[in-house]
């Protein structure tokens, strides 16, 4: 605020006037307001004049000088300050000093709710993670800030299409707590800020894997990277990277892209990309690699860890050509070539499981693992008493069909309709081929001329293999290892599948309605930006040994609002208080824990005369 000088002539005379002018930001840029008159301060030293200012200014904003009491004068000037002010309409008064006013009880009401609890948590984590500062230096504008924010909050806690999202902008208190007027908001400005941000997703993801890094001290020695799919609702013709492909989202009747993620050890997210629908997940690991190396630079010694579906040799030989180590588990086929080794080994080593924070009560499933090393590698198989039903069930039906098959085979040889030695051989080694899991456990033997075909299961080696049912293979390329150390550091993929869940459902990500490929990808970074914010306040919360998840964080300070109060005086104007409803207990815990101040906006005071309400 500052102070104006005016003149004006009347009848020979020149009066002299004084304004308190402040700037304001409008829609067609910055313009000055007129706050209220201070009349002539021609007596006064100009020297009080900018300390009167400051003085009207913190009244304004609700703030007393404890250490400096204003002379009366200067008093009067101040309180005549502020009723001019609201008296005009030109603003509202915070937190003025308590007033005892006489209140007719039986019209007191509240209005304007707005929720509230929500969102502030996810614009204070906005700040604590310095995003504005963040996509500033990226080279958005102020406005674009704004609207990215409100983005990432509307995928953080309520998911909606850009066209429904101005609706649930002004249905929250986001205005409120940024202090933007959101009333004009429209989808189009939405939709024009996924192609300003489309330019700079990877320098903010840069930016702020390093800021996330410092702030929350996360290991950079292990990385973790899967894959999803998600699917377009219509043709998404303008699309080149919407194609078909395999589905993990069971809609193969829907185009789709693929998303790869990269995370931390933490579960933060390092990197992420978007490829064609049809992208196999082999391929798509160098890209990947050379995206993290950008974001984060891989450094020699850092571990990757991957699933079975990019457990290629091509693969594992492009992670150690950068000087990486490599954890992954193994295909089925190359579990079963090591399966007899296994087999052989008589003693495993059962992991010692720490119960769950969220369910102490709860029994984990027996975990056991033993270590055969080939070839300068290490095989760790891992057999797990949960996957022991599944493993028994599938091996179980592909016995009833080998045997099935067995027993047509058998009618045929006996029947005469096949008697060629070599026909009965190529049968035989396709019902091989067709079963593996079983077959290796049933000896064969054909008699062409007798016309018969015997079969019978080898009980010892059956025995055993029932014994590993559950049982899943990891390969290692570090010696420093041990059997127990891979399982607990593979186990924590585990993290990218709970990642890719969060993306989906609570932060939708999917179905894609976009057509254009930039806002493809930008309706996915939200998502991912969003979940930055997620795993932020999950992993503040850990620390705090509290294991929840945000979805129960959201709802339980769903209830939290901001509202206004309106009490009609006895005179007949009437003073309107926004403010924030006072936290209930469940509201301070997650407060105090994610040291957050409950105070989500300071209150506000507007007076509407009785004069002005007719």
Same mark, same amino acid.
């Given at each position: 605020?500052?102070?104006?000088?005016?003149?004006?002539?009347?009848?020979?005379?020149?009066?002299?006037?004084?304004?308190?002018?402040?700037?304001?930001?409008?829609?067609?840029?910055?313009?000055?307001?007129?706050?209220?008159?201070?009349?002539?301060?021609?007596?006064?030293?100009?020297?009080?004049?900018?300390?009167?200012?400051?003085?009207?200014?913190?009244?304004?904003?609700?703030?007393?000088?404890?250490?400096?009491?204003?002379?009366?004068?200067?008093?009067?000037?101040?309180?005549?300050?502020?009723?001019?002010?609201?008296?005009?309409?030109?603003?509202?008064?915070?937190?003025?000093?308590?007033?005892?006013?006489?209140?007719?009880?039986?019209?007191?009401?509240?209005?304007?709710?707005?929720?509230?609890?929500?969102?502030?948590?996810?614009?204070?984590?906005?700040?604590?993670?310095?995003?504005?500062?963040?996509?500033?230096?990226?080279?958005?504008?102020?406005?674009?800030?704004?609207?990215?924010?409100?983005?990432?909050?509307?995928?953080?806690?309520?998911?909606?299409?850009?066209?429904?999202?101005?609706?649930?902008?002004?249905?929250?208190?986001?205005?409120?707590?940024?202090?933007?007027?959101?009333?004009?908001?429209?989808?189009?400005?939405?939709?024009?800020?996924?192609?300003?941000?489309?330019?700079?997703?990877?320098?903010?993801?840069?930016?702020?894997?390093?800021?996330?890094?410092?702030?929350?001290?996360?290991?950079?020695?292990?990385?973790?990277?899967?894959?999803?799919?998600?699917?377009?609702?219509?043709?998404?013709?303008?699309?080149?990277?919407?194609?078909?492909?395999?589905?993990?989202?069971?809609?193969?009747?829907?185009?789709?892209?693929?998303?790869?993620?990269?995370?931390?050890?933490?579960?933060?997210?390092?990197?992420?990309?978007?490829?064609?629908?049809?992208?196999?997940?082999?391929?798509?690991?160098?890209?990947?690699?050379?995206?993290?190396?950008?974001?984060?630079?891989?450094?020699?010694?850092?571990?990757?860890?991957?699933?079975?579906?990019?457990?290629?040799?091509?693969?594992?030989?492009?992670?150690?050509?950068?000087?990486?180590?490599?954890?992954?588990?193994?295909?089925?086929?190359?579990?079963?070539?090591?399966?007899?080794?296994?087999?052989?080994?008589?003693?495993?080593?059962?992991?010692?499981?720490?119960?769950?924070?969220?369910?102490?009560?709860?029994?984990?499933?027996?975990?056991?693992?033993?270590?055969?090393?080939?070839?300068?590698?290490?095989?760790?198989?891992?057999?797990?008493?949960?996957?022991?039903?599944?493993?028994?069930?599938?091996?179980?039906?592909?016995?009833?069909?080998?045997?099935?098959?067995?027993?047509?085979?058998?009618?045929?040889?006996?029947?005469?309709?096949?008697?060629?030695?070599?026909?009965?051989?190529?049968?035989?080694?396709?019902?091989?081929?067709?079963?593996?899991?079983?077959?290796?456990?049933?000896?064969?033997?054909?008699?062409?001329?007798?016309? @018969? $075909? /015997?079969? &019978?299961?080898?009980? #010892?080696?059956?025995?055993? =293999?029932?014994?590993? %049912?559950?049982?899943?293979?990891?390969?290692?390329?570090?010696?420093?290892?041990?059997?127990?150390?891979?399982?607990?550091?593979?186990?924590?993929?585990?993290?990218?599948?709970?990642?890719?869940?969060?993306?989906?459902?609570?932060?939708?990500?999917?179905?894609?309605?976009?057509?254009?490929?930039?806002?493809?990808?930008?309706?996915?970074?939200?998502?991912?930006?969003?979940?930055?914010?997620?795993?932020?306040?999950?992993?503040?919360?850990?620390?705090?040994?509290?294991?929840?998840?945000?979805?129960?964080?959201?709802? @339980? $300070? /769903?209830? &939290?609002?901001?509202? #206004?109060?309106?009490?009609? =005086?006895?005179?007949? %104007?009437?003073?309107?208080?926004?403010?924030?409803?006072?936290?209930?207990?469940?509201?301070?815990?997650?407060?105090?824990?994610?040291?957050?101040?409950?105070?989500?906006?300071?209150?506000?005071?507007?007076?509407?005369?009785?004069?002005?309400?007719?």
């Amino acid at each position: 605020m500052f102070i104006r000088k005016t003149t004006r002539r009347y009848k020979g005379r020149t009066y002299t006037n004084y304004l308190l002018v402040e700037s304001v930001r409008t829609d067609k840029g910055p313009r000055q307001r007129t706050v209220c008159s201070l009349g002539d301060l021609s007596p006064r030293p100009k020297a009080e004049w900018l300390r009167l200012a400051h003085r009207i200014e913190q009244a304004l904003a609700g703030q007393a000088d404890l250490f400096d009491a204003p002379a009366d004068d200067v008093a009067e000037i101040v309180r005549r300050a502020c009723t001019d002010r609201v008296a005009a309409g030109n603003g509202s008064v915070a937190g003025t000093d308590d007033e005892v006013l006489a209140v007719r009880t039986g019209a007191v009401r509240t209005e304007a709710h707005r929720e509230a609890g929500p969102v502030h948590v996810g614009v204070q984590f906005w700040n604590r993670l310095g995003l504005n500062g963040i996509l500033a230096a990226a080279g958005l504008s102020e406005r674009s800030i704004q609207l990215a924010c409100a983005m990432t909050m509307n995928r953080l806690i309520r998911p909606a299409s850009e066209l429904a999202m101005p609706d649930w902008i002004r249905r929250t208190a986001l205005a409120d707590i940024l202090g933007i007027d959101f009333s004009g908001l429209a989808e189009d400005a939405l939709y024009r800020n996924l192609d300003r941000l489309h330019p700079s997703r990877a320098r903010i993801e840069t930016a702020l894997a390093e800021k996330e890094s410092t702030l929350f001290n996360l290991d950079s020695t292990v990385f973790f990277y899967d894959l999803t799919s998600t699917y377009f609702e219509g043709l998404a013709e303008l699309n080149p990277k919407a194609k078909r492909g395999y589905s993990r989202d069971k809609r193969p009747d829907c185009k789709q892209v693929v998303v790869g993620l990269a995370i931390g050890a933490e579960g933060f997210p390092k990197a992420h990309e978007v490829f064609e629908g049809n992208q196999q997940d082999r391929r798509s690991l160098g890209p990947m690699l050379d995206a993290m190396h950008a974001r984060i630079g891989l450094k020699p010694g850092q571990t990757i860890v991957i699933d079975r579906g990019m457990a290629f040799d091509e693969n594992l030989q492009e992670v150690r050509s950068r000087g990486l180590h490599y954890l992954v588990a193994t295909r089925q086929t190359e579990r079963n070539d090591w399966l007899e080794e296994f087999e052989a080994i008589d003693r495993f080593v059962e992991v010692e499981r720490e119960p769950s924070p969220n369910n102490p009560a709860q029994k984990k499933s027996r975990v056991r693992v033993a270590r055969h090393d080939a070839d300068g590698l290490h095989y760790v198989l891992c057999l797990s008493d949960g996957r022991s039903e599944k493993d028994r069930a599938i091996r179980e039906k592909q016995e009833k069909r080998l045997q099935a098959d067995l027993l047509k085979l058998q009618q045929r040889v006996a029947s005469g309709s096949l008697v060629e030695p070599v026909k009965i051989g190529e049968r035989i080694g396709r019902l091989k081929e067709r079963y593996p899991r079983v077959a290796r456990y049933y000896r064969i033997e054909a008699d062409p001329e007798a016309g @018969t $075909l /015997a079969f &019978h299961r080898d009980e #010892t080696k059956y025995a055993r =293999a029932c014994e590993l %049912d559950g049982a899943w293979m990891l390969k290692t390329d570090r010696d420093d290892l041990s059997p127990e150390e891979a399982w607990r550091t593979y186990i924590t993929l585990t993290r990218t599948e709970t990642a890719f869940r969060d993306m989906n459902s609570p932060l939708a990500e999917r179905p894609i309605f976009h057509q254009l490929e930039r806002r493809v990808e930008t309706h996915i970074f939200l998502c991912v930006l969003a979940y930055h914010l997620l795993v932020a306040v999950e992993h503040s919360l850990q620390e705090k040994d509290l294991y929840t998840s945000w979805a129960t964080v959201r709802d @339980t $300070l /769903a209830t &939290h609002q901001v509202c #206004t109060v309106v009490l009609p =005086a006895a005179n007949g %104007d009437v003073l309107r208080i926004r403010r924030a409803s006072t936290p209930e207990p469940q509201h301070k815990r997650l407060y105090d824990l994610l040291n957050i101040d409950p105070e989500i906006i300071r209150p506000v005071r507007t007076w509407t005369r009785k004069g002005d309400q007719m």
